[in-house]
Structure formats: C-alpha cells, structure tokens
C-alpha cells in the first residue's frame, strides 16, 4: 500500500527566509508525487509534480521541490518566503500502477510566514 | 471560469436527511473524482469516473453514498440518511486523459463543506 508522511504539522518562517515543507511517501515502483496547496475555504490548487527525469523541478509562484530516491522524499523549497505564503500545503502520491488514479495525501503541513 | 465548479458551496442539514451535490468539471477531462476531506487531515478518495463509467469506489463510500456522471459531463454525489460523522468538505476534481496519463495532475472545486446536525 502507499503513502504520505507529512512530519510536521506546522512550519513557522520569518518573510524572507527559506522555506522547506517535507514530504515523504512509500509506494511500490517509480511513484507521481504532487504539491498542492489550500488556502482557508478553497480548494487545492496544485503547486508542482515529479514523474520523471531531473529530480529538481519547479512549480508555480516560486516553488521547487527535490525528489530523493534513496531517501524517499519530496521535500518542498522556496527560497525567499511571502506571507501570502500562508497556507496549508499537501503532499501526494501515485503509484505507478494507478496509470489514472487517485491521489493519496498526506495529513498536511500549515505554513505561518510572519512579517 | 473555466475551472472546475460546484454546487452548493454550503450544506446544513439534519440527520436523517439526503442530501445532493454537483461537480461541473473542466469540459475537456474526462476523468472526474471524488474525495473527502475533514478537518485536519488530507482528502481521502471516494470515487473515480472515465467518462460515464464508475471505476473505482472507496470503502470510504458506504451504500449509503451513491455518485453518478451520466453523460459523462457532470457528476452528482447523493448522501442518504445523512450522520453526523457524514460532516466534511466534498471536494471534486478533475483531469485529462492525455499525455502521461498517470502523471496527469488533478484539478480541484472548491468544494462543498457539509455540516450534519
């Protein structure tokens, strides 16, 4: 079975610095991964993904994210964060056989950037 | 708008009764999904459609859930005999078919937040 882990139920950041949100998963096989975000009374707005190729890749509003194989992760990074940057962020994952499939999430992280 | 629309925004009923609601996804995905999401967790799946077709139901969805998309267009998911437990944000989203089908990233609504009293 797969899943996300999110460790972190909230990330405190001044404006300015960096921001990391981490996310690690477990599935069988070459996963989808997937960032989206939700502001308070929205819907999620998807954010970035990894399916192949270079491990760094680079989403909306500033946003990267690092696939690491050996250590099962998809750690999120913006360099300079915004308070508009508050929200709460979900990581997700698909397995290689769910060619259509549903998104598993992880419980989410709240990200609080202060002025 | 093009994005994906749903309707209502906000539900508050009593127990015991059945609610509706609508997911109008992006005209061109023909895949359309299903999700709930209560507070302070991820959203969960319920189901997924290909068009008209009902592929895949959660456990999640008890009988008393019942969704359909009958031209393949929009979809509607029913609550029979609402519970208190039935309390949550019912999100829909959709996607394309092209490309990289499973690297396909999905669209969400804004979601309908049912409150059950």
């Known amino acids: 079975a797969q899943s996300v882990a999110q460790p972190e139920d909230q990330v405190n950041v001044a404006e300015g610095n960096p921001l990391t949100v981490k996310c690690t998963y477990s599935v069988s096989g070459n996963p989808y991964l997937f960032w989206y975000v939700q502001y308070p009374n929205r819907g999620l707005q998807f954010l970035l993904k990894y399916i192949t190729g270079d491990n760094l890749v680079k989403g909306s509003y500033g946003f990267e994210a690092e696939f690491n194989k050996s250590q099962t992760s998809f750690h999120l990074k913006k360099p300079s964060a915004l308070v508009s940057d508050s929200a709460l962020y979900f990581c997700a994952v698909r397995g290689p056989t769910d060619s259509w499939g549903k998104l598993q999430f992880g419980a989410g992280t709240q990200v609080v950037v202060t002025p | 708008d093009t994005g994906v629309s749903q309707d209502p925004r906000h539900k508050i009923t009593k127990r015991g009764q059945n609610v509706t609601f609508r997911c109008d996804p992006i005209s061109e995905h023909n895949r359309l999904y299903w999700y709930r999401q209560t507070l302070g967790q991820g959203p969960e799946f319920l189901t997924y459609?290909?068009?008209?077709?009902?592929?895949?139901k959660s456990r999640l969805l008890s009988d008393r859930f019942s969704a359909e998309r009958p031209k393949g267009s929009f979809s509607t998911l029913e609550i029979q005999r609402t519970e208190q437990g039935d309390s949550a944000m019912y999100l829909c989203?959709?996607?394309?078919?092209?490309?990289?089908?499973?690297?396909?990233?999905?669209?969400f609504g804004p979601g309908t937040r049912l409150t059950v009293l």
């Open positions: 459609f290909q068009n008209e077709a009902q592929l895949e």
């Open positions: 989203a959709s996607s394309s078919e092209a490309g990289l089908a499973g690297g396909n990233e999905q669209f």
